[in-house]
């Protein structure tokens, strides 16, 4: 039963265009949410977070929305560049408790 | 920021044999570390909490006797992997919450992940 998900495997976008990663979750007990970002064997870096109290969240090029209601959120990534291509993992706790994540996301970002 | 370091990177094994992952915090004290392990195009999935001084929690169907975790000092835990196997094969990253963070998972380091090949 998966809480979190990423229901696309990849994403390919142009450089310079927005990239819209979004994911879903099924708890509706998952009160903090946070996008991590990595690399090929490394390990994944945080990259932003919300909590349900807001719904939006921006950090430069990167913004977090949170739809509550559908248990939704989505990462815009604007402008997109080729050093944005990586795998986006999607992760929620409950009450800051341990993370569950998503299956991930591959971008690629073209010149 | 925090630093969080794994090692080895990489390690082939013999089937039967043991390994032993260490996950050092390098600038800070890490009093609890969380042990992840992922599958090929698979989500991270928590193995373990290791909290130093005490025993590790263990997530459901993970062997506490198979994959043994040792949190002995506040900037050091080892996951041992025993008599393993090919199927054990698989991407092991260790994470810390970094140094002020309280109880905000935002906050969570992770080290470099180390890949376990078992011949």
């Known amino acids: 039963d998966q809480q979190v998900k990423q229901n696309s495997p990849s994403l390919s976008v142009q450089e310079g265009r927005i990239s819209i990663l979004n994911c879903d979750y099924t708890n509706s007990m998952f009160d903090y949410f946070l996008w991590y970002k990595k690399y090929p064997a490394e390990g994944p870096t945080f990259l932003i977070s919300i909590s349900s109290i807001k719904d939006k969240n921006e950090d430069g090029r990167f913004t977090v929305f949170l739809n509550k209601s559908a248990k939704h959120l989505s990462l815009h990534i604007v402008p997109s560049q080729p050093g944005d291509s990586a795998v986006y993992f999607c992760a929620a706790s409950e009450r800051y408790s341990t993370l569950t994540f998503g299956k991930g996301t591959m971008l690629l970002v073209s010149p | 920021g925090a630093v969080v370091s794994q090692h080895p990177s990489w390690v082939i094994c013999k089937s039967g044999t043991s390994v032993k992952i260490e996950c050092r915090s390098l600038?800070?004290?890490?009093?609890?570390m969380f042990w992840y392990r992922q599958f090929p195009k698979q989500s991270l999935m928590l193995m373990a909490t290791s909290n130093e001084g005490s025993k590790a929690t263990y997530e459901q169907g993970v062997e506490k006797d198979k994959f043994l975790i040792n949190h002995a000092s506040l900037t050091l835990s080892t996951l041992t992997v025993t008599s393993a196997h090919p199927e054990d094969s698989s991407f092991y990253i260790c994470?810390?919450?970094?140094?002020?963070?309280?109880?905000?998972?935002?906050?969570?380091?992770f080290g470099e992940g180390s890949r376990l090949t078992v011949l």
């Open positions: 600038d800070f004290q890490a009093t609890t």
């Open positions: 994470s810390a919450r970094g140094p002020g963070s309280g109880a905000n998972t935002g906050e969570l380091f």
